[in-house]
């Protein structure tokens, strides 16, 4: 049963909010801290004042459904190969200028005709499509936490892991019960400078990085990160080594760390893409400063996109971008050394769904 108290169809309670001494209501969900009167609305634009609370209006209102590969998330470690059933809603607690799904996050409302989706038809329609886990993504489930907390119980309840792909920008009661819920999280660390994430995102850089932490050490949550490399504002070898750095250090030198090229988008279509060059230097650099699992995306490249053991220097997942090769791995070890290798990397959990993405029609 959903923890949420439905005010009407797509419209609940929200969980997160408190009443101040002038009258507005402050949401407590995300360091925007967003100050309500009567009908505002936030920043993220699908959360309302209602009398003393603050509403979500976009609860089951999934903006469409798609079968992807688990690998386009990114997840390199969380069931290799495996199908997930990805969906998102609308609106977005981060104003990014170069957002690549700007189309869904920026929107100012969820179709009017969209018919609500619970729960559990979410669940079901995983294992009516042979998903192995169900990913929240497209716009980021921060915005839409009560109803991603209540699909991801569902889940659980049958079986199907659950993934967040977020900007990890959540106050800590919030991100509390959220990654409680969650298997695997891939977070983007959009730079290493309070300056890009205040001019690019209009956010700021520290509670991305507590949530970081958070979710890599006091979690069972199988956490990667992921950086998009803007050209000549986060890419320098200083800020990349600096930034990979702080990952082996404070998240652990297993966490997987992808560096992906950026593409012309939204406010930002006057800079050149991401040089295939400029993700290879930052994977070396990082490799360099101790992470061992560190790749490059949107680009091609098969070596910086396979999975090498650490130990040995063996291709134990080799990909092709989203299509697996040869898989030298038993019980998560390296067929060669027998090293370990972090991830839910199970024999069970792997397949073989491709590349492909499959949009995918959920009846209500
Ligand atoms: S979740 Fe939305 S309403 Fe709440 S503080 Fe963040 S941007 Fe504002």
Redesign the pocket.
Known sequence: MPSTDLLEPGVVRGRWHRLLADGRVE?E??P???RLREGQR???FV?ERRGNDIVLTSYGRATGFCVDPIEKKPLYHFYPGSAVLSFGTAGC?LGCKFCQNWASSRARAVDARTEPVSPERVAQAALDTHCRSVAFTYNDP??FAEFAIDAARACRDRGVATVAVSAGYMNPPAREEFYAVMDAANIDLKAFTPEFYQRFCAARLEPVLETLRYVARETDCWLEVTTLLVPGHNDGPDEVARLAAWCARELGPTVPLHFSAFHPDYRLRDLPRTPAATCARARAIAIREGLDFVYTGNVYDPSGQSTHCPACGAIVIERDAFVLGRFRLQEGRCLGCGAPIAGRLSAAGNGCWGGRRRPVEIPP
């Open positions: 949401c969900l995300c925007r801290a967003c936030g920043f993220c959360r607690n921060v915005v």
